[in-house]
């Protein structure tokens, strides 16, 4: 399995923007198509964005759209997720993670290989 590690959270305010990373060891990032989760206090893992192997196919959650961009390289392995206007409801724990899926998926439980995490906190 692909060992993920994300980096970049923090704390901002309304507003702010934010780059998160998440770098892959272990296996080459080109076998997988990859994903952003959240997970707020006292609610579900949710789905955030994806991305196709290649990178030219992306989805996003609708509370997204417009504000956040998922990318890739996989020259330097590594995936992205760019956070513009970001708001107090955007505040959560962020999870990349690898699935095989042909086709990608937005379902969590989808995804075979996850990152420990990293804490996104937008102060209103």
């Known amino acids: 399995q692909v060992q993920l590690v994300e980096s970049g959270g923090g704390l901002v305010q309304a507003g702010d923007s934010l780059r998160l990373s998440c770098a892959a060891s272990?296996?080459?990032?080109?076998?997988?198509?990859m994903g952003w989760f959240r997970q707020a206090p006292g609610k579900e893992r949710e789905f955030v964005a994806r991305?196709?192997?290649?990178?030219?196919?992306?989805v996003y959650a609708d509370s997204v759209k417009g504000r956040f961009t998922i990318s890739r390289d996989n020259g330097k392995n590594t995936l992205y997720l760019q956070m513009n206007s970001l708001k107090s409801e955007d505040t959560a724990v962020y999870y990349c993670a690898a699935t095989t899926y042909y086709y990608g998926s937005s379902f969590p439980a989808d995804y075979g290989s996850w990152g420990q995490g990293t804490q996104v906190t937008v102060s209103s």
């Open positions: 272990g296996r080459t990032l080109r076998n997988y198509n």
């Open positions: 991305i196709s192997v290649t990178g030219e196919n992306t």
